[in-house]
């Protein structure tokens, strides 16, 4: 028999808050790199790098348990982790970039996506503070 599927979140509200605002960080880095490299076919270009990124992100903090409840151990692992597979997946469904390409886009993709994603962190905790005590008292 099949057990239950485990959950991305542990269900809290500041667990779900902290995703929403780490999948925001992800298009925001994305967002920035394409309106920094190109000028045509922004949508393909931003679907391109979000697909692959997020899709990794999400699978890679789903086994990981980074929102279960969030952590900054789980966000260092899941940042390691997801942001390199998420570049080699962006490259395979590509297949025009050199590995030399590869390996710079994944770090730059894992300096500013920590940073973007570091912000986000920030805010939320600033956020689900203001939000989650209020109810709490």
Not at 49 to 60: A, C, D, E, Q, Y
Not at 94 to 99: D, E, L, P, T
Not at 111 to 129: Q, Y
């Amino acid at each position: 028999m099949i057990g239950a599927m485990r959950r991305l979140t542990d269900g809290t509200p500041h667990a779900r808050l902290t995703l929403a605002v780490d999948v925001v960080a992800l298009a925001g880095f994305i967002l920035i790199g394409v309106r920094s490299h190109s000028d045509a076919a922004a949508v393909s270009i931003f679907l391109r790098n979000f697909v692959p990124l997020t899709g990794s992100w999400l699978v890679v903090a789903w086994l990981v348990g980074t929102y279960r409840p969030p952590t900054p151990t789980a966000l260092i692992a899941t940042l390691l982790i997801a942001i390199p597979i998420g570049v080699l997946l962006r490259a395979l469904w590509v297949r025009s970039w050199s590995a030399g390409e590869v390996l710079t886009f994944a770090l730059v993709a894992l300096l500013f996506a920590t940073m973007l994603i570091g912000l986000g962190r920030a805010i939320s905790a600033v956020l689900g503070a203001r939000l989650f005590d209020r109810r709490a008292s």
